[in-house]
């Protein structure tokens, strides 16, 4: 069984800073893409960005400039730098892990983590 479990989220004020983690467990051989999706109050998921296993990225025009995405292969864990927060960037941030091969050389297409709110507001 394979899970994601992100952590540090919370409350940060207006142009301060939150670093979310994302640790993959399980029997994974390898993962392909990993990423992130935020859903805020009242709003479907949209996707922040993704980062490769060769560590190419791409974000939402949304963030870009401000996020940064992340990851450690050897931890199986992709991290999400956040700057300059906005109001507007209030939501459950979820992580997403595409294409994870796991020991018995089967293939997960996808899998979710369970969420994680961040929250900023003075």
């Known amino acids: 069984q394979v899970q994601l479990v992100e952590s540090g989220g919370g409350l940060v004020q207006p142009g301060g800073s939150l670093r979310l983690s994302c640790a993959a467990s399980g029997s994974i051989l390898s993962i392909n893409d990993m990423g992130w999706y935020r859903q805020a109050p009242g709003k479907e998921r949209e996707p922040v960005g993704r980062i490769t296993r060769s560590s190419s990225t791409n974000y939402a025009d949304s963030v870009k400039g401000r996020f940064t995405i992340s990851r450690d292969n050897t931890k199986n864990t992709v991290y999400l730098q956040m700057n300059s927060l906005e109001p507007e960037d209030t939501a459950v941030y979820y992580c997403?892990?595409?294409?994870?091969?796991?020991?018995?050389?089967?293939?997960?297409?996808?899998?979710w983590g369970q969420g994680t709110l961040v929250t900023v507001s003075a």
């Open positions: 997403n892990a595409k294409d994870v091969m796991q020991y018995d050389l089967s293939t997960l297409f996808e899998v």
